[in-house]
């Protein structure tokens, strides 16, 4: 397998975090927000691909991240926040525009406080995808 579903992987996550009802009024990017930055939002980053194939066909597996910013005080908006992401995301069923998911699982977070007083709490996740 190839990187080939990346961008539909990355666009199904999007579009389901997007149209989460639990999720709604919470500002969700693929890019830096640019302009005036909203006080808490969610943040699509880094990914890792390896090739996943085996006798059934050919797959990947993804290891991506979802970035959770937050100005408020203290982490207990972030850290809600990300449990609401989780949630959302763990075993969704999320159609791709290319291929298909096998599954979708959290793998680790990280939560720290940044050098300007921000809040980021790194929420990677494990995808393993394939293609028709």
Partial sequence: MSYALSAALQSAVFQHLSSDPDLAGTAIHDALPTGTVPQTYVLLGAEEVRDGSDVSGAG?????????????????????????????????????????????????????????????????????????
Avoid: Y
């Fill in 60 to 132: 990947a597996l993804h290891r991506f991240t979802v970035s959770v910013h937050s100005d408020s005080a203290g982490f207990s908006t972030a850290k809600q926040l990300a449990a609401t992401l989780c949630d959302g995301l763990i075993n969704a069923p999320l159609t791709l525009s290319r291929g298909h998911l096998i599954g979708l699982w959290f793998d680790r977070a990280q939560a720290r406080r940044m050098t300007d007083g921000s809040r980021r709490i790194d929420l990677r996740f494990r995808a393993r995808v394939e293609d028709n």
